[in-house]
């Protein structure tokens, strides 16, 4: 995943203000958290800014498809093995003697569930990730073996 | 709800959405189970001599190729549900046929001994209500048999277990490479050289009996006193610990002995694997490598590596399998050096080489029967979608009656 540094190096660091974050790196970092986006940062509109302008775009592009919390389900890596379906603590809450232990959902309640041979996220403002008491969770990411889900 | 035969989990709580006889989306199954269940892209049509026929001509032409052998052989029956499998044993009897299946070089030695109860054994439930040391011995699960951990063994909450994987149980992982299930196995993954697991057993052995072992001392011993306090335990047996041990399995048993709350589990690969040893043990004694002669005779020499090598058999039937892409090299100029008749629902390599192919409906999708799991329990299959095409058992029949 793309990092604030990385993102900052792109920036025109003049530090101008004109976004309304105070620095340039701030900026990176607002970018990095979804409450900016590149078009605010005016000077990179202009011509000499072209190549940069389209760099930062190409690095924010799969943060785009995030959810709110900032989840990312990578399709292409998924291997549907259900992992994250039966470890996720929300999700063995809301179905006990379903996905709670191991089987399939039985209700509508649970984030994961695998479609197709891939998992999909929904409910998403059940995950511990969201709202005012967010807590920092990594119970979906720890069992994923091959990075399928990311957090941005 | 239906069964999924995409491996030998047999998966029985997957939903199934039709639209116009087809599958349009599969819930809860695995990529693997997934692809099984949407069926084949390319599928096999009859043919003679690689030139398209209808079924009819290919069975009449299949049973001329059999009854014209003097030693034909029948392979696979792997990927068939159990009551096809019978059918094969019956017709393999019949014209005194090889009769063998990917199991000779899978993981038969080991279901050989499980089924003669030379080794404790559970079932996958009991795993997942009770153990709470799990070891994957030569196995990655993960990509092998992808809901194994989340629905029977690490992951799930059980009876006695219901605090959830990271305080109730611990996974341990001894393989030649850091697997995708070594991964999840993080702080207890034990490395070992290829064909190293006789030495690693030993040296396991030295621990559990309160010895110094002279093989890395300091992860043994930590290894042992985990053992040593598991509750319920159980090995997953891969394939890669049968390979290396399969001279020497007594090694293994010694190690059971010296660990009495642990189970051996095969990890079984195709979806009915262990059906076929069951059903012939049953039928036989023996779980593969057999010649019908009025009684059944075992012997390596009737293993599909040594009838190609040894030019045993003089025609082969191969239903549901594909020796062509999982044989060494070679062999298969043996192979193809001999009339092949291919039973399978897809276009596979052994299908291209073979003299006549005779499509067959997808078991589990297109018929319907049982299968057992890995662990030994029978699961139903369901018929999911119609189909034109014959099931395993009725060309087995339609063979038997033909020759």
């Known amino acids: 995943m793309v990092t604030v540094m990385e993102l900052y190096q792109l920036l025109p660091r003049t530090n101008c ?47 785009a498809g995030a959810e709110e919390t900032g989840m990312i389900v990578h399709s292409e890596l998924c291997t549907g093995c259900g992992n994250c379906v039966v470890a996720c603590p929300v999700d063995v809450a809301n179905d006990p003697h379903g996905a709670g232990m191991g089987c399939a959902p039985t209700n509508n309640k649970v984030i994961f569930k695998v479609v197709d041979g891939k998992v999909l996220a929904s409910n998403i403002k059940e995950c511990r990730r969201f709202g005012k008491n967010k807590v920092l969770c990594y119970a979906c990411i720890d069992p994923c073996p091959t990075g399928a889900i990311e957090f941005v | 709800m239906v069964t999924c035969t995409g491996c030998a989990l047999l998966c029985d709580d997957i939903e199934a959405i039709v639209e116009n006889n087809r599958i349009k989306e599969i819930k809860n199954a695995c990529r693997r189970g997934a692809a099984r269940m949407k ?59 090889i009769l063998d299946d990917t199991s000779s070089f899978c993981q038969g030695i080991l279901i050989e001994r ?50 959830g994987y990271e305080e109730d149980r611990i996974a341990i992982a001894i393989d030649v490479r850091e697997s995708n299930t070594a991964k999840i ?31 890395d001392t300091k992860k043994m011993l930590e290894l042992a006193g985990i053992l040593k306090k598991a509750g319920f335990g159980a090995i997953f047996v891969g394939i890669g610990l049968t390979y290396s041990i399969k001279d020497d399995f007594d090694v293994l048993t010694a190690l059971t002995q010296k660990l009495p709350n642990f189970n051996i589990m095969p990890m079984v690969g195709h979806y ?108 139903g299959l369901s018929k999911i979608i119609e189909s034109e095409y014959l099931t395993d058992e009725e060309i087995m029949k339609r063979l038997m009656e033909a020759v």
């Not at chain 1, 078009?39 to 011509?47: N, R, Y």
């Not at chain 2, 009819?56 to 059999?66: C, L, P």
């Not at chain 2, 290829?194 to 030295?206: N, Q, S, V, W, Y």
């Not at chain 2, 043990?281 to 040894?310: P, R, W």
């Open chain 2, 272 to 379: 009915n694997m262990r059906g076929f040893n069951e059903t012939m043990f049953k039928e036989t004694g023996f779980v593969n490598k057999v010649k019908f002669n009025g009684k059944a005779v075992h012997d390596i020499k009737y293993s599909i590596m040594e009838s190609l090598n040894e030019k045993t058999a003089d025609a082969i039937v191969v239903v549901g399998s594909d020796p062509v892409s999982s044989l060494p090299g070679p062999v298969l100029s043996r192979l193809a050096s001999i009339p092949v008749i291919c039973i399978d629902p897809c276009v596979t390599m052994t299908s291209k080489i073979a003299a006549v192919t005779i499509p067959c409906a997808t078991s589990g999708l297109e018929s319907a029967g049982t299968a057992v799991r890995m662990d030994g329990k029978v699961i």
């Open chain 2, 39 to 97: 069926g084949c892209s390319n599928r096999l049509v009859p043919s003679i001599d690689q030139k398209p026929t209808d079924i009819e001509s290919s069975i009449k032409k299949a049973a001329q190729i059999i009854r014209n052998s003097k030693a034909p052989m029948l392979f696979g029956l792997d990927n068939s549900t159990c009551e096809a499998q019978v059918k094969g044993i019956q017709f393999a009897k019949k014209i005194n046929g």
């Open chain 2, 185 to 215: 196995c993080k702080g207890h993954f034990y490395r070992i050289s290829p064909k190293g697991d006789r030495e690693f057993i030993l040296a396991l052995i030295e621990a559990l009996s309160g010895k110094v072992p002279a093989y």
């Open chain 1, 17 to 63: 203000k004109k976004c309304g974050e105070s620095t340039c790196m701030a900026f990176a970092v607002a970018m990095l958290g979804r409450k900016k986006n590149v078009a605010e940062c005016t000077p990179l509109l202009e011509a000499n800014f072209k190549k940069q302008k389209e760099k930062l775009e190409s690095l924010l592009l799969p943060a």
């Open chain 2, 114 to 163: 499980v089924l003669a109860q030379k080794f404790r054994t559970c079932s996958l439930d009991d795993i997942r209500n009770k153990a709470d040391v799990l070891v994957y011995w030569g196995s990655d699960a993960q990509d092998s048999q992808p809901r194994h951990l989340s629905r029977f063994s690490y992951f799930p909450r059980g009876e006695l277990r219901q605090r």
